[in-house]
């Protein structure tokens, strides 16, 4: 069965087809079959094919596995490691709404 993904960007759907791209690339530069990449990332072919097609479809995990399986999984850890727009936003102390307190229950029931 076939997942859809339809409330993807498109700036997001270039980015995950260069992914695609980048790690076809590292496993031809590697020489290693697609038979053999499936098979050390506990993937099937097909999902192999969606993942270097970059197909937002295929669980993040199943990426991981297969940077992992190419030595690049390290790249993952550099995924918002400069925090830019965050630590600006933290510098300026900007406060971020609290949930609301949780209702005590009374006897069984909700109550103030």
Do not use: C, H
């Not at 038979?35 to 094919?49: P, Y």
């Amino acid at each position: 069965m076939r997942k859809e993904i339809s409330n993807i960007s498109l700036s997001v759907s270039k980015i995950l087809i260069d992914l695609g791209v980048k790690i076809k690339l590292a496993r031809l530069r590697r020489k290693i079959s697609t038979t053999q990449i499936a098979e050390r990332a506990g993937v099937n072919r097909v999902t192999l094919w969606q993942i270097e097609k970059g197909s937002p479809s295929v669980s993040m995990g199943a990426y991981a596995q297969v940077l992992f399986v190419l030595g690049l999984e390290k790249d993952l850890k550099m995924v918002a490691e400069d925090d830019t727009l965050g630590r600006k936003l933290q510098d300026a102390k900007i406060l971020v709404k609290k949930r609301a307190p949780k209702l005590k229950k009374v006897n069984g029931t909700q109550g103030k």
